[in-house]
């Protein structure tokens, strides 16, 4: 069985006790490959670092809402320039935050209009970011045609409608731990309902543990359970689910 965890931020500072024993149990618990993402100042150099560390993990650079208002100019460039690095597979995480009140609603769809129009541009997938925000996110993918370049919806907890109009912009749908909460009605259903070649698993480590371990900290060997979900929602086996996302990851980022 090999797995992917198609986001984590291992470059967290909750890691730095322990990192090379977290990626050692990810390792250890079938994931064969990570994709760590970056998403500001700080964490774009220090994703990129773990991308060059280590041949099975995988960068994907951009900046959050949350921290749009901080949007140098230059940012851009910087992210534009990462692209043309091998370990670079797409930019985000990026789109719209309503719930957290950092950054004006105007800079936020301003800056995940340039980073998808950047991501056109670079010929990237995009990694997307959807809290309180799925009319807006919508409206904007639309508007900037990004269907040309498609991506991941990250942690996907949205109603099977909005999923429908993502898939048919080229998305694919993530779930991370929320997913094994045994209140997460909806998500469960919108997982049985995803066509299984647009199905990605992830953790968003150290964030949003998976049943048993919420409210803990998160890491990418859970990404496991995400799986042993996923297989029984679907009626697949867990070896079934592991190979469908695992193709699936490694098309969406053209990873080998």
Same mark, same amino acid.
């Given at each position: 069985?090999?797995?992917?965890?198609?986001?984590?931020?291992?470059? =967290?500072? @909750?890691?730095?006790?322990? #990192?090379?024993?977290?990626?050692?149990?990810?390792? %250890?618990?079938?994931?064969? !490959?990570? /994709?760590?993402?970056?998403?500001?100042?700080?964490?774009?150099?220090?994703?990129?670092?773990?991308?060059?560390?280590?041949?099975?993990?995988?960068?994907?650079?951009?900046?959050?809402?949350?921290?749009?208002?901080?949007?140098?100019?230059?940012?851009?460039?910087?992210?534009?320039?990462?692209?043309?690095?091998?370990?670079?597979?797409?930019?985000?995480?990026?789109?719209?935050?309503?719930?957290?009140?950092? =950054?004006? @609603?105007?800079?936020?769809? #301003?800056?995940?209009?340039?980073?998808?129009?950047? %991501?056109?541009?670079?010929? !990237?997938? /995009?990694?997307?970011?959807?809290?309180?925000?799925?009319?807006?996110?919508?409206?904007?993918?639309?508007?900037?045609?990004?269907?040309?370049?498609?991506?991941?919806?990250?942690?996907?907890?949205?109603?099977?409608?909005?999923?429908?109009?993502?898939?048919?912009?080229?998305?694919?749908?993530?779930?991370?731990?929320?997913?094994?909460?045994?209140?997460?009605?909806?998500?469960?259903?919108?997982?049985?309902?995803?066509?299984?070649?647009?199905?990605?698993?992830?953790?968003?480590?150290?964030?949003?543990?998976?049943?048993?371990?919420?409210?803990?900290?998160?890491?990418?060997?859970?990404?496991?359970?995400?799986?042993?979900?996923?297989?029984?929602?679907?009626?697949?086996?867990?070896?079934?689910?592991?190979?469908?996302?695992?193709?699936?990851?490694?098309?969406?980022?053209?990873?080998?």
């Amino acid at each position: 069985m090999m797995l992917i965890d198609t986001h984590t931020h291992l470059d =967290s500072h @909750k890691f730095d006790d322990d #990192r090379a024993e977290v990626i050692e149990r990810a390792v %250890a618990a079938g994931v064969h !490959k990570l /994709i760590n993402v970056g998403f500001n100042r700080e964490t774009i150099p220090t994703t990129m670092a773990l991308a060059e560390q280590y041949d099975f993990i995988y960068a994907v650079v951009g900046w959050h809402p949350v921290d749009s208002i901080d949007m140098q100019p230059g940012d851009l460039d910087w992210i534009a320039s990462l692209c043309d690095h091998p370990k670079v597979v797409a930019i985000g995480e990026i789109g719209l935050d309503y719930h957290w009140d950092t =950054s004006p @609603k105007d800079v936020q769809q #301003r800056v995940f209009r340039e980073q998808i129009q950047l %991501a056109k541009l670079k010929r !990237k997938p /995009i990694v997307i970011h959807n809290r309180d925000a799925h009319e807006d996110v919508v409206r904007i993918l639309l508007e900037e045609n990004a269907k040309d370049v498609g991506g991941v919806m990250h942690c996907y907890s949205g109603s099977w409608e909005t999923a429908k109009q993502c898939l048919d912009m080229n998305f694919y749908i993530s779930f991370g731990g929320p997913v094994t909460f045994q209140n997460a009605r909806v998500p469960k259903e919108v997982l049985s309902r995803v066509p299984l070649d647009r199905l990605l698993i992830e953790t968003d480590a150290p964030y949003l543990a998976p049943h048993p371990h919420r409210g803990k900290r998160n890491e990418s060997a859970f990404v496991r359970l995400v799986a042993e979900m996923a297989a029984e929602i679907s009626g697949k086996s867990l070896d079934e689910i592991s190979k469908i996302t695992t193709d699936n990851a490694m098309k969406c980022f053209g990873i080998r």
